[in-house]
């Protein structure tokens, strides 16, 4: 029985509905087209983000949005895939399955509005992102004034165990700010089957643009693990679960060193789905690099160019689910993540802030164990078994 078999009987157990299936599946989406977007403009450069924390971040900036505005984010963000009607209240069923205390690993979320003192927002607004986000609002009397951004980064450092810290920089806060919507999101969880520290072996990893090889700490395990072998994209899918079992991380190593490329360029839903469907357990000598990644973007251009223009546009904005009126758009979206892969299981954390403002070769089956070496440039996620939800996201092309 295939791994996809045993997970899907894993939903029924769960109870997960059809509309918290299309919400994964457009977070999914979402969460590939973003990665595309940004290995074209980040090349050769390691990368890590977390799209549920993005998602998150414009679903609630999404429920006061209106006209052509609202349009162009559900289709960027592929809430169009799901019912208006019950997006946000399918967020909060995720949520509320995805941040469970007695998991077996350390996984919250938290939500906050920062809106100016004083101002009108709409009411049922905010009741909206109280209710399906849990998303208190805390009032603001000078957004220019340094405390306020101060303020805002100490809570997120807090709700991230100090992973990430200083979202926010000087200067984007200014006196035309009126609102300022917060996702911060920390994970830290043990592997199911822990690397022995006294294997770890000091190796070099390839580095695909400069043609050299760099130093790193390969942790060494052997055991049953679930793999699939795509001989069509050339790769091996290695899933390892974290304690627990409901998260785990999942790793696409083409089998040529320079395959990434080529893989990356090929990633979609339907893949993730073939790779879900391939996965079966067998005996895999594995070989992971430990390491730590830190990422930052700026990502108005970036969702400029996906398609959700308006938003960033004070002459066309349409935010009066937020304002009773046309005068706010988003001036800037922060986005900040941290990983660290290591003998005892990952930590990782991120964190993304929305500011509004006032406007004015094929692989042959090999001899078991099946020889899982990523010593060269690799896709890695950190999923919700059971939705199949990305939490995380990113590549390794250059540990050191």
């Not at 909206?128 to 951004?149: H, K, L, Q, R």
């Not at 917060?182 to 822990?194: L, R």
């Not at 992971?288 to 990644?293: R, S, Y």
């Not at 990523?374 to 092309?397: E, N, Q, W, Y």
Request: aromatic residues 10%; charged residues 25%.
């Amino acid at each position: 029985m295939s791994e996809y078999i045993r997970n899907m009987a894993f939903y029924k157990q769960q109870d997960i509905s059809e509309q918290l299936v299309q919400l994964s599946s457009a977070n999914t989406r979402f969460a590939l087209d973003l990665y595309q977007t940004f290995q074209d403009e980040r090349r050769g450069t390691n990368l890590f983000f977390s799209p549920l924390s993005i998602s998150t971040a414009l679903a609630m900036t999404q429920l006061g949005a209106c006209g052509d505005t609202a349009t162009q984010i559900a289709d960027v963000f592929r809430f169009n895939q799901v019912d208006q009607d019950q997006l946000h209240g399918t967020f909060k069923e995720l949520n509320n399955l995805l941040y469970q205390t007695n998991s077996g690993y350390k996984l919250h979320a938290a939500n906050r509005l920062y809106g100016k003192s004083g101002y009108n927002f709409v009411q049922s607004f905010l009741e909206g992102t109280a209710s399906y986000y849990g998303a208190a609002i805390e009032a603001v009397d000078n957004f220019a004034a340094p405390t306020a951004t101060h303020s805002i980064n100490d809570w997120v450092s807090k709700q991230t165990e100090d992973k990430i810290t200083n979202l926010i920089p000087p200067g984007i806060l200014n006196d035309l700010t009126r609102l300022v919507l917060v996702n911060a999101i920390y994970f830290k969880g043990n592997w199911e089957s822990k690397f022995r520290a006294e294997n770890t072996t000091q190796e070099t990893f390839k580095v695909l643009d400069e043609r050299k090889k760099v130093p790193v700490s390969l942790m060494i395990q052997k055991g049953k693990f679930a793999l699939a072998v795509d001989k069509t994209n050339d790769c091996l899918v290695l899933e390892m679960p974290y304690q627990g079992r409901n998260l785990s991380l999942l790793i696409a190593l083409p089998v040529k060193d320079d395959g990434l490329g080529n893989l990356q360029t090929k990633l979609s839903a339907d893949i993730l789905r073939s790779w879900d469907a391939g996965l079966k357990s067998r005996q895999v000598n594995v070989l992971l690099p430990k390491f730590k990644l830190e990422a930052e973007f700026q990502l108005k251009e970036v969702l400029k160019r996906m398609g959700m223009p308006d938003a960033f546009n004070d002459g066309k904005a349409n935010f009066e689910g937020i304002s009773g009126d046309r005068e706010l758009y988003i001036s800037a979206v922060i986005h900040k993540a941290f990983v660290d892969i290591n003998e005892e299981g990952s930590e990782a954390a991120a964190a993304t802030a929305v500011a509004v403002k006032l406007g004015c070769a094929r692989p042959r089956e090999p001899e078991k164990p099946t020889l899982f070496r990523a010593d060269h440039p690799f896709i890695f996620m950190i999923r919700h078994r059971p939705t199949k939800s990305v939490l995380f996201m990113g590549r390794m092309m250059d540990p050191s």
